[in-house]
């Protein structure tokens, strides 16, 4: 069982920065993508930013160079800086991890959620 825990959500104003952290406990035989996702009211969950196993990004369109993500694999820890938040941005959003067991089967993790306001 993997259990990932979120941080670093809250309220800023239109060009400030967050920086979004979420940690996974658990034995992990692989980790084939972690990363962000993040839905806002009324609208589908969709990606924000996934990083792989072999340390590659990839960031939805909106992103816009405005996000970095990065990991520290020892610490099973993925990073989220967001700067030049625009209200746009405005959602809840999730940690999001595939593993895949000692048997080869792939699994879904998702943590609670941490809301992200951006507002003036």
């Known amino acids: 069982q993997v259990h990932l825990v979120e941080s670093g959500g809250g309220l800023v104003q239109p060009g400030g920065s967050l920086r979004l952290s979420c940690a996974a406990s658990g034995e992990f035989f692989r980790i084939n993508y972690m990363g962000w996702y993040r839905q806002a009211p009324g609208k589908e969950r969709e990606l924000v930013a996934l990083?792989?196993?072999?340390?590659?990004?990839n960031y939805a369109d909106f992103v816009k160079g405005r996000f970095t993500i990065s990991g520290d694999n020892a610490k099973n820890t993925v990073v989220l800086q967001m700067n030049s938040l625009e209200p746009e941005d405005t959602a809840v959003y999730y940690c999001?991890?595939?593993?895949?067991?000692?048997?080869?089967?792939?699994?879904?993790?998702w943590g609670q959620g941490t809301q992200v306001t951006v507002s003036s």
């Open positions: 990083l792989t196993g072999d340390g590659s990004t």
């Open positions: 999001y991890l595939e593993s895949i067991s000692s048997t080869w089967v792939h699994f879904d993790y």
